[in-house]
């Protein structure tokens, strides 16, 4: 583990130039995308109360800047590009390592890039009705009973997204950190304005008398959570300490992605100024921010709508059914708005930070030769490039959801999209990396204890052992009440055990 200059250009080629502002937008505008938006009306779904659903927010915030408080002695330690990699790499082994990086570019990164330009295509059909998911320019190729191909509209402005967005990080950090900041500066505003709108109309309404009387109990229809989940006859918010415990884990799932991505910052330590302090600090002020934000959000839904309302709004757009509360109809296109700039911020920031991941990895040699070198711009142009066509391909295929009756009775086939079928089966390993990431910080001071840490979390060991259990509690409950969405995923973590050792068999042939 070695330190690198603090400032100008590093030892890799890199060059530093971010400093503490650029690398808080990094954090804060890869947290916030589109899951804030939505992910509320399943969680009301799955708790059933107003009360329970902050709390889970809550307890999601107070993970997150625990882990991210871990991660910066971390940051510090290793102020380095690839990030979690690294400290996997340093803490556990090379394997450890390679199989994060490994998920991260099949699934973790590239499909949240997938998922989260299709979710700026699809906003943007509110505004732009040609911009459909039906509007097919190559209607779906059925490749078995439950997959399909198709080329929509939707999909083609999703690819387009990523391409352009790909592009522009290639010509240097400079001009990926301006849209970087622009954009999560905007969508900042735009969600602080979304609270305070809720905090100026919401106080006194009826939906907070309803919301807040009895803040702890469950709403009618809003339990989903049933006896034919193993190991437990009945659950839900309002079924006992198992009961409620199994529903803050389930609901959980959804906060803790919307949160997701403030470790991107990390991937990109090789090309901040002053790493080992500016990277911290970054995870603190970013991820202390958003989390908040996150909370007030849904305190603001819970202040225009009832929580039945945040249940069963529209295709679960939460914001803009509270915004229709109070601009009516136009509520839609303003929320369209807002949701089209915070993805388009969000997609940046993972597209930019991602290839720093692949350029660590190949320089360590288990990863493409060509995405260890930078081009003139001194940036991983040929990691970019890969990352984009393969998020670009899981924008391709679909999942075949049955039919249903159209308005003239027909039946028409629907269909869903294969990448969020794969980052619902990444969220248990996501969380497993984030807990052995955790866990080094354990093992490196116990294995390392004098090397030089200019940073030391907070609170330890108390407050990295907090998130470790928590986690582990999480990741239980899943493997048991979510056992189809959880299995898939360690099976493509694990996948790359056989190619971490095909990568080094082959190197070393080579040598």
């Avoid at 919301?211 to 193993?230: H, K, Q, V, Y």
């Avoid at 959980?252 to 002053?274: C, H, K, L, P, Y």
């Amino acid at each position: 583990m070695t330190q690198e200059p603090q400032s100008g250009q590093a030892s890799s080629g890199l060059s530093r130039e971010l400093g503490l502002v650029d690398a808080t937008m990094i954090v804060a505008g890869s947290m916030i995308g589109s899951g804030i938006f939505i992910v509320s009306a399943d969680m009301a779904r799955v708790l059933g109360s107003p009360g329970w659903l902050l709390v889970a927010w809550l307890v999601t915030g107070a993970l997150t800047l625990a882990a991210a408080l871990s991660y910066g002695e971390l940051a510090a330690l290793a102020p380095q590009a690839g990030g979690q990699y690294v400290y996997l790499r340093e803490a556990w082994s090379k394997l450890a390592g390679f199989s994060y990086g490994w998920t991260l570019f099949l699934v973790i990164q590239t499909g949240t890039i997938a998922a989260v330009c299709v979710g700026f295509a699809r906003f943007l059909g509110v505004l732009w009705p040609a911009v459909a998911p039906d509007a097919y320019l190559v209607a779906p190729i059925h490749l078995s009973k439950d997959y399909a191909l198709s080329l929509s509209t939707q999909q083609l402005v999703a690819i387009v997204l990523i391409a352009l967005l790909t592009w522009s990080n290639t010509r240097g950090v400079h001009l990926g950190k301006l849209v970087q900041n622009t954009m999560t500066s905007a969508k900042t505003v735009a969600l602080v304005a979304l609270i305070l709108l809720g905090l100026a109309v919401g106080l006194g309404s009826d939906a907070m008398s309803a919301n807040f009387r009895d803040a702890f109990t469950s709403a009618p229809g809003t339990d989903t959570i049933r006896s034919d989940l193993p190991f437990m006859p009945q659950t839900g918010a309002s079924d006992g300490a198992l009961g409620l415990l199994v529903a803050l884990c389930v609901a959980m799932v959804g906060s803790i992605f919307s949160a997701d991505a403030w470790n991107n910052v990390t991937f990109a330590a090789g090309e901040v100024r002053q790493p080992e302090r500016t990277v911290p600090l970054s995870l603190t002020f970013g991820t202390f921010a958003v989390t908040g934000l996150y909370l007030l959000a849904n305190v603001a839904y819970l202040l225009l709508l009832p929580v039945e309302g945040v249940a069963h709004a529209p295709d679960d757009r939460v914001a803009t059914a509270a915004l229709g509360v109070v601009f009516g109809p136009a509520g839609a296109a303003i929320m369209a708005v807002a949701i089209i700039v915070s993805t388009f911020g969000c997609a940046n920031g993972l597209i930019f930070a991602g290839a720093r991941v692949y350029y660590a990895m190949a320089k360590d040699g288990v990863f493409f030769k060509a995405a260890a070198r930078l081009n003139a711009k001194r940036v991983p142009a040929v990691g970019l490039v890969m990352q984009g066509v393969w998020a670009a391909l899981l924008v391709l295929p679909r999942t075949r959801l049955g039919t249903v009756a159209a308005p003239d009775g027909a039946l028409v086939e629907r269909y869903g999209n294969l990448y969020g079928n794969l980052l619902d089966y990444v969220v248990f390993a996501v969380l497993l990396f984030y807990v052995l990431t955790i866990g080094g910080v354990f093992v490196l001071r116990r294995r390392r204890p004098d090397a030089p840490r200019p940073y030391r979390v907070w609170g330890y060991p108390w407050l990295p052992a907090s998130y470790v259990v928590a986690a582990s509690v999480i990741m239980a409950v899943l493997a048991l009440y979510r056992t189809q969405a959880t299995w898939p995923g360690l099976l493509i973590a694990a996948s790359g055990v056989p190619v971490y050792y095909l990568w080094r068999g082959r190197d070393a042939r080579a040598d």
